[in-house]
C-alpha cells in the first residue's frame, strides 16, 4: 500500500494504490490507437422490429457529439438513438447502438470522419444499460523512462493484484474532469442548494493545468461574480460556460436557470459525482483503517456476482467469506442518495461522518433529484477490481489487455502501475 503524492488525487478522494511498485510513469492516449474499447454483450434477441442495431465503431469522438452528428446527418431526433455505455472520447471504441425506425440503406449510405456504423440486426427494443455485460480493453503506457526491470515489477504486481480481487474500484479522474476535477464541488454546492456558488465553481474555479489565460479569465469571475464582465474575457471555446452567463446577463440572479441551461444528462452528473467523490474517499479510509480489499468484516455490505447484496452478520459472515473465497462475491460499499438506508458497519458510519462533513443529506438528494430531473437513488458498487490482466513489454512502452464490467475504469488499474500525475492518465 502507498498514499499517492499529487493533490489533485486527494482532491477526487484517491489518495491510495495498492501496489508497492514505483510505477512506470509515461502517458496514456498518446493516439486514440493507443485506448482501444470493445463493449462485451450476452446474447442480442434479433426478432425484427422498428429498432436498428448497429455496430459502431469511432476514433476520438465524444459519444453524445458522435450521436448527435448522427442524427444531424439522418435527419432525426437525436433520442430516437440509444445506447448501454458512454466511451472515452480519446480512443477507438466499438459498441452498439439503435436507432428507432430506421431502414438500413439510409445507414450504409452514411459517410461520417472517423465513424464506421455497421447494422447487425433488428430488435423491439432499444439497448439499455443493463444489455452491457462489461468492456474489453486494449491499452498503450507510452514514453516509460523507469528501464525494463521496473517497468516489469509494476505490471507484475499489478497483474497479481487483478488476480487477488484487490484493485482499489475508484472512480477515476475522467469522473470529476481531466484537467479541472470541479464536477463533484458544483455538484455538492447544487445538494446544498447554493446555486449561486454551483455557477461560481463550474464556471470560474480555476486549476494549474489549465491555460493560463483561461485561468486567468475564471479567476476574474470567480472573484467579481459579474456575468457581463466574465463574458468579456471567458474564452469562446468554453461554450457552456458562456451560456450560464449569457443567461445570467439576461435573467440576473436566476442561478437555476443559468445551470439549467446545461444538457441535463451534464447536469445531473455534477451531482452523481458527488457520490462519486463520498465512494472514493469510503474506499480511501478502508484501505487506510487496514481493513483488505480481499477480506469481509461483519457489517460489511457484500455484492454477489450476479448482482445480489447482502450484509455481513454474526449469523452469515463465516459462509460469505467461503462465497468470497471461491469467487462468488466481494465487499462493496454503498453510495448513499436520496433513499432512506440502514447504517451497518465502519465504513457506513465513515461515510455518515463524511457527508455531515459535506453538509449534506437524503434530503438534500432529495431535492436536488427535484432540481435537476433525474432520481439519485443510493448505490452499491463493488470496493475492488478483479481482473485477469495480461502484458506486453515494449521499447520504453507497455502493451495491457483485460476486461472489466460496466462502470469500472481502465485508467484505475493503468494507474497502479504508472503511479504518476492523473492528467498523464486522462
Known amino acids: 500500500m502507498m498514499k499517492s503524492e499529487f493533490e489533485t488525487e486527494k482532491i477526487i478522494g484517491t489518495e491510495y494504490y495498492i501496489t508497492d511498485s514505483s510505477g512506470t510513469g509515461g502517458i496514456l492516449r498518446k493516439t486514440p490507437e493507443d485506448f482501444i474499447v470493445k463493449e462485451i454483450y450476452g446474447e442480442k434477441k434479433m426478432t425484427g422490429g422498428p429498432y436498428l442495431i448497429c455496430e459502431l465503431e469511432k476514433t476520438n469522438w465524444e459519444l453524445q457529439r458522435a450521436v448527435k452528428e448522427i442524427s444531424k446527418r439522418l435527419g432525426i431526433s437525436?433520442?430516437?438513438?440509444?445506447?448501454?455505455?458512454t466511451k472515452d472520447k480519446n480512443a477507438v471504441t466499438t459498441q452498439l447502438i439503435s436507432l428507432y425506425n430506421i431502414d438500413e440503406e439510409r445507414i450504409s449510405a452514411l459517410t461520417i470522419k472517423d465513424m464506421v456504423l455497421?447494422?447487425?440486426?433488428?430488435?423491439?427494443?432499444?439497448?439499455?444499460?443493463?444489455?452491457?455485460?462489461?468492456?474489453?480493453?486494449?491499452?498503450?503506457?507510452?514514453?516509460?523512462?523507469?528501464?525494463?526491470?521496473?517497468?516489469?515489477?509494476?505490471?507484475?504486481?499489478?497483474?497479481?493484484?487483478?488476480?487477488?480481487?484487490i484493485i482499489p474500484n475508484?472512480?477515476?479522474?475522467?469522473?470529476?474532469?481531466?484537467a479541472r476535477p470541479i464536477s463533484h464541488l458544483a455538484g455538492l454546492e447544487i445538494l446544498k442548494g447554493n446555486y449561486e456558488s454551483a455557477v461560481a465553481c463550474y464556471v470560474g474555479m480555476s486549476f494549474p493545468d489549465e491555460r493560463q489565460e483561461t485561468r486567468e479569465a475564471r479567476d476574474i469571475y470567480y472573484k467579481n461574480r459579474d456575468p457581463v464582465e466574465g463574458l468579456n474575457v471567458i474564452p469562446v471555446f468554453l461554450r457552456y460556460e458562456r451560456a450560464m452567463l449569457h443567461h445570467l446577463t439576461e435573467i440576473p440572479g436566476d442561478y437555476q436557470g443559468a445551470l439549467k441551461v446545461l444538457p441535463p444528462k451534464l447536469l445531473s452528473m455534477l451531482v452523481s459525482a458527488c457520490q462519486?467523490?463520498?465512494f472514493n474517499r469510503a474506499l480511501s479510509h478502508r484501505i487506510e483503517?487496514?481493513?483488505?480489499?480481499?477480506?469481509?468484516?461483519?457489517?460489511?455490505?457484500?455484492?454477489?456476482?450476479?448482482?445480489?447484496?447482502?450484509?455481513?452478520?454474526?449469523?452469515?459472515?463465516?459462509?460469505?467469506?467461503?462465497?468470497?473465497?471461491?469467487?462468488?462475491?466481494?465487499?462493496?460499499?454503498?453510495?448513499p442518495g436520496s433513499e432512506e438506508y440502514r447504517v451497518c458497519g465502519e465504513t457506513d458510519t465513515y461515510i455518515e461522518e463524511v457527508m455531515a462533513e459535506l453538509g449534506i443529506n437524503r434530503e438534500s438528494y432529495r431535492t436536488a433529484a427535484a432540481f435537476t430531473e433525474t432520481s439519485f437513488k443510493g448505490n452499491t458498487r463493488p470496493a475492488a477490481i478483479k481482473a485477469d490482466i495480461s502484458y506486453e513489454l515494449l521499447e520504453n512502452s507497455m502493451k495491457l489487455d483485460f476486461t472489466l464490467p460496466p462502470g469500472h475504469y481502465a485508467t484505475t488499474v493503468c494507474r497502479e502501475i504508472m503511479k504518476t500525475k492523473p492528467l498523464d492518465m486522462a
Open 78 to 85: 437525436h433520442r430516437r438513438i440509444g445506447w448501454a455505455g
Open 118 to 165: 455497421k447494422p447487425v440486426g433488428r430488435a423491439n427494443a432499444q439497448l439499455s444499460l443493463g444489455e452491457l455485460k462489461g468492456n474489453s480493453f486494449g491499452i498503450t503506457i507510452s514514453d516509460c523512462d523507469c528501464g525494463e526491470d521496473k517497468m516489469r515489477a509494476a505490471a507484475e504486481e499489478c497483474r497479481i493484484a487483478g488476480e487477488k480481487g
Open 276 to 278: 462519486s467523490y463520498i
Open 170 to 178: 475508484y472512480y477515476g479522474i475522467q469522473r470529476f474532469g481531466a
Open 289 to 335: 483503517s487496514g481493513t483488505g480489499l480481499d477480506e469481509i468484516v461483519t457489517g460489511d455490505r457484500i455484492i454477489f456476482t450476479g448482482g445480489k447484496e447482502d450484509i455481513a452478520d454474526d449469523k452469515n459472515i463465516n459462509t460469505a467469506k467461503v462465497h468470497m473465497k471461491r469467487g462468488r462475491c466481494m465487499p462493496a460499499i454503498f453510495m
